[in-house]
């Protein structure tokens, strides 16, 4: 009975020293509001080293680096569930308590709780990627054209193809524009270099899957598809292609580390040219709730750099169409038809960016779904 | 292109296979453990971990089965001697699991600064190749012997577990608990030690599979994301479709197996019918063996007679 009194004595001795470490804590951080904050919401977590979140929290490092901040001044709140309300209002009314002057929230489905948020704190500012909501005064949304990457990337694989079939593992059917849009783009940029060449596209109906991805990949391979490319999470499609011998296209980041022997380039985001602008502008007090849509040209889009894959003659080929898209060259211009032989661009038209990420449901003529 | 679909259904079906003999080991001694599910979880991770740091496929496997063992006596301790509701504590083990792995996946993580890689060697033992000789055999040579090694591993354990069940005394005393333990009990059987010893030796099979999928299937980089993704439920509806035979869980793990695969192979220029369809057509089909195995009431192939339910001596 002794022995279980002492325990309980230990148990609660400790339970009051925790309690007091964490008082000394709080103490010392909020000695520091005065300085600018700036908070990040992930939905994953940067230490995965690969993909989504990993790309967003490199876009942070950066803006840190450039704009000299410390470390008390950058606020993180990794694995944020984008369906769960009551977790992402949790977590931002966390970074506001802490003193964040701007807030990125990084997934679509923080969207409506930002909005609400916005609208009671309207000392903060709240930039949301990939959404449409801007309410006017502190909150706008940000997103890019990763479809000029994906354009030139399909350079890459259209010159290095000797079949003439390239598979492209997609996340989602028709009826999602930002796969569909990415899609399209590519097969344009192949048929720019190889217009024998066909795009076969196999739908693996989730965002983060590696057995799926892999068995879209190895299906692709044995139609015959000698290069594969990919709009999902993992690198499962490049290991694959990797495995027998033939070559890929990664997405998000650099997939060459993952695939040497197989990779030539990836699409890629470099999310630090819109934080290190937004973040600049916040703390000058000259920040405007315009939303951002950032290309090439600002640098929020690029190609990886091109791997020791690439077949002769590629990195000349996507130097013009980079320079092209650099003068003006829009990508989605007449005349384009679907692969049902509809006419979906006329003749010196060109489709505006709302209608490539927000309303593209067709597959462009090149295009084949296995 | 049969045959490539035929290829890729017998890969997808191999971590079934391992999950189905594993849980059939585990309900023919009597006990129906649904934290297959977590076991592949823990499974995946060790046999990762150590095929990291080591580069050694048997060492990986070795240790992706003791994970399986040590998940698994936690069950049988808490079942077997502590009586808990099996069910419960079997789901329990699948949260349990996948929590595990996630979590020592992260610090993996975080050590490797990035998402931990195989080295090359280790994936050119893990690789297809076809064995010299018998690989050359056409269609044949590519359907069954060009395969990786874990793939020829589950057939194994697969047939010796099917031996041992029907074939050998420890097998009759094994099932003769499954049954009914108080006869058994009465024979003369050590009850709780047949049950330990077949829980645990389930749960490390359930484990190789497991390690199956975060080697071969994760394309040889740990990701910390779902690589099991539902394949142990998949596997306990295999282990009613196979009639509690680890022969028949082999043919059944292919059917399995070309199911899943199926939404890549099928021609949809002729036949046109929805991405979802084929991703409910396995467990359509569980539906259909359950109605069927309910009507059919054979001795063989039914589930054993004490499965989910608790031994007490004292009640007998």
Request: proline share 3%; aromatic share 10%; charged share 15%.
């Amino acid at each position: 009975m002794l022995k279980m009194k002492k325990f309980w004595v230990l148990i609660f001795v400790a339970v009051m020293a925790l309690t007091l470490s964490a008082c000394s804590k709080e103490g010392k951080e909020t000695s520091n509001t005065t300085d600018f904050k700036v908070a990040v919401i992930h939905i994953g977590d940067p230490a995965d080293g690969a993909g989504y979140t990993y790309a967003h929290d490199l876009g942070i490092v950066k803006m840190q680096e450039e704009l000299g901040l410390s470390d008390e001044q950058i606020i993180r709140k990794n694995n944020v569930n984008d369906t769960d309300a009551v977790a992402i209002t949790t977590a931002m009314e966390e970074c506001i308590e802490e003193g964040a002057d701007i807030i990125f929230g990084t997934s679509w489905g923080y969207m409506d709780t930002m909005e609400q948020l916005a609208a009671e704190h309207s000392e903060v500012i709240f930039s949301h990627c990939s959404g449409y909501k801007n309410n006017g005064s502190n909150m706008n949304n940000y997103f890019g054209r990763i479809y000029q990457a994906r354009y030139l990337s399909g350079i890459a694989a259209g010159l290095k193809t000797q079949s003439n079939m390239i598979g492209y593992v997609a996340a989602m059917p028709i009826d999602n524009s930002e796969v569909t849009g990415g899609i399209n783009a590519f097969a344009l940029g192949v048929e720019s270099v190889n217009p024998d060449a066909k795009v076969y596209v196999k739908v693996t109906n989730t965002w983060f899957d590696p057995t799926l991805e892999g068995q879209a990949a190895e299906a692709l391979l044995d139609m015959g598809c000698d290069v594969i490319t990919q709009h999902g999470d993992t690198t499962a499609p490049q290991m694959a292609a990797q495995a027998r011998g033939v070559w890929g296209v990664g997405y998000n980041s650099d997939m060459t580390k993952d695939a040497p022997e197989a990779h030539l380039t990836a699409p890629i985001w470099n999310w630090g040219a819109y934080y290190t602008k937004a973040t600049k502008e916040a703390m000058e007090g000259n920040w405007s709730n315009d939303n951002y849509f950032g290309g090439m040209d600002d640098g929020l889009i690029d190609l990886s750099p091109l791997s020791k894959n690439v077949a002769e003659g590629t990195e000349e080929a996507i130097e013009a169409a980079r320079q092209r898209i650099l003068d003006g060259y829009k990508i989605f211009e007449g005349e384009l038809y679907d692969n049902q032989g509809n006419l979906v661009c006329a003749e010196g038209e060109a489709l505006a960016d709302a209608d490539i990420t927000g309303a593209m449901n067709w597959y462009y003529k090149t295009v084949e779904v296995k | 292109m049969i045959i490539n679909f035929l290829f890729a259904a017998i890969k997808a079906g191999t971590p079934l296979l391992f999950g189905t003999t594993g849980e059939i080991m585990t309900e023919k001694s009597g006990n129906l453990n649904l934290g297959v599910e977590g076991m592949m979880f823990m499974g995946a991770f060790m046999g990762f971990f150590v095929g990291f740091h080591t580069g050694s496929l048997p060492l990986a496997l070795l240790a992706a089965f003791i994970i399986g063992n040590f998940a698994a006596l936690i069950y049988a301790f808490l079942t077997v001697t502590m009586m808990a509701n099996q069910n419960v504590t079997g789901l329990t083990l699948t949260i349990f699991g996948i929590g595990f792995a996630k979590f020592f996946g992260e610090i993996m993580i975080r050590k490797a600064g990035g998402s931990p890689k195989l080295s090359p060697e280790f994936m050119i033992t893990i690789s297809e190749k076809p064995i010299p000789v018998l690989g050359e055999i056409p269609v044949i040579g590519k359907l069954i012997f060009s395969h990786n090694p874990l793939v020829y591993l589950s057939v194994l354990v697969a047939v010796i577990c099917s031996i041992y069940i029907m074939k050998t005394r420890a097998g009759l005393n094994m099932r003769a608990v499954g049954e009914n333990p108080a006869a058994a009990d009465a024979a003369g059987i050590k009850v709780t030690r047949i049950k330990y010893l077949h829980i645990m030796l389930g749960g490390g099979i359930c484990g190789l599979g497991g390690a199956y999928l975060s080697l071969i299937n994760g394309g040889g980089v740990w990701n910390n994301s779902s690589v099991v993704n539902g394949q142990g439920w998949i596997s306990v509806a295999l282990v009613i479709f196979a009639s509690w035979s680890p022969m028949k869980a082999i043919f059944g793990s292919l059917v399995f197996g070309a199911f899943s695969v199926l939404q890549f192979y099928a021609p949809k220029d002729i036949i046109h019918i929805p991405n979802a369809f084929y991703v409910m057509l396995p467990f359509l089909i569980t539906t259909f063996v359950l109605i069927f195995a309910s009507m059919r009431k054979s001795k063989t192939g039914s589930q054993p007679a004490g499965c989910g339910i608790n031994y007490f001596r004292e009640e007998r």
